[in-house]
Each structure stands twice: as structure tokens, then as C-alpha cells.
């Protein structure tokens, strides 16, 4: 449902937008992960890593902003900048779990990898979707401005007032 003033939609409840989240981050960061191994076939892991963590954020970034949050546009510069910091840290988490994982186990199985990537994506999925409801895609109502110019709006008396009141910034347009 749109608002008539800031012609965005209503922002989902908390466990609305998470579960928006987890389908769509975990979607993409699912498909991330099978793609972060086949590349890493070609070219070293932490390259793979960033390049589909570079791409996924884009495209996880948008989806948050059309869809989890409710925003139902395209997601700003400013929002893609800030994504991309939590994504950084979130970067930061998989490889640190992957090179304590190699560190332990120098030759871990495809499965064991798997698992241990996607436990510590799922980590700082948790620590990301908190980031991005609070920080890049919160929601903030800006005070209505009143200029020296404005014409005070005329009181009525409240007998006749049959209407509901019009916001003045409706009334500026003509």
C-alpha cells in the first residue's frame, strides 16, 4: 500500500522483511556459493570469492531494495555504497572461516567447505540483514518545513468543518 505523501510503500514488519531476506539473500548467496566453487577451479579462491561477492551484492542489493524492504524501487547509489560495506564484512567472515577451515584441514572435501562457507555466510547474513533494516534501507519521516512565504492556512470553525483536512503542501501546487 502506497502512502499519498511519499508514494513509497508500507514497510513489512520485521519478520516479513526477514523472511523476504532470507528467500532472497539466501537464494542468491546459495547460487554465490556453487559459483564461488566452480570458479575457484579456474583461479584462486579469495578472487573467486570477491568476484561473486562483488556481483551477488549487486543483485541482492536490488531485490532488498524492490522487494525485502518494501521500498518497491531501484536501490540509490547511497544504498548500494552501504550494502557494500556490510557485504565487506561479510567477505571478511567467509574467508576468515575458509582459511581457519584450511588451517585445520588442509585438504577438506568439496561438502566440508560447503558447509563450513555457508554456515559462516548464514552468520553474518544474520549481522547483515540487522544493517541493512536499520542503516541503508531505514526508513526516516522528514519534518514539513514551514517557509516565511507560506500563506497561513485559514482556521474553520470546527461546526462547518465536514472535510477532512487537506496538508498544506497539497495546497502550494497551484
Known amino acids: 500500500m502506497e502512502t499519498a505523501q511519499s508514494g513509497r510503500q508500507a514497510a513489512p514488519g520485521a519478520r516479513t522483511a526477514f523472511a523476504r531476506f532470507v528467500?532472497?539473500?539466501?537464494?542468491?548467496?546459495l547460487a554465490s556459493s556453487f559459483a564461488v566453487?566452480?570458479?575457484?577451479?579456474w583461479i584462486s579462491w579469495g578472487l573467486a570469492n570477491a568476484l561473486i561477492t562483488a556481483l551477488s551484492t549487486l543483485?541482492?542489493?536490488?531485490?532488498?531494495a524492490r522487494f525485502t524492504f518494501g521500498a518497491g524501487r531501484h536501490a540509490t547509489w547511497r544504498q548500494h555504497v552501504q550494502s557494500a560495506g556490510s557485504a565487506a564484512a561479510s567477505y571478511a567472515?567467509?574467508?576468515a572461516a575458509m582459511l581457519?577451515?584450511?588451517?585445520?584441514?588442509?585438504?577438506p572435501g568439496a561438502m566440508i567447505e560447503q558447509g563450513v562457507y555457508l554456515s559462516a555466510s548464514a552468520l553474518a547474513g544474520v549481522a547483515r540483514f540487522a544493517a541493512l533494516r536499520l542503516v541503508v534501507f531505514a526508513r526516516t519521516t522528514r519534518p514539513v518545513r514551514a517557509t516565511a512565504t507560506a500563506t497561513p492556512t485559514p482556521t474553520v470553525?470546527?461546526?462547518?468543518?465536514?472535510?477532512p483536512a487537506v496538508p498544506a503542501e497539497l495546497c502550494r501546487a497551484a
Open 100 to 107: 581457519v577451515l584450511h588451517q585445520l584441514n588442509p585438504a
Open 37 to 41: 566453487a566452480a570458479l575457484a577451479a
Open 93 to 95: 567472515v567467509t574467508c
Open 23 to 29: 528467500l532472497c539473500g539466501g537464494g542468491v548467496g
Open 59 to 64: 543483485l541482492a542489493t536490488e531485490l532488498h
Open 157 to 163: 470553525p470546527a461546526a462547518r468543518a465536514t472535510a
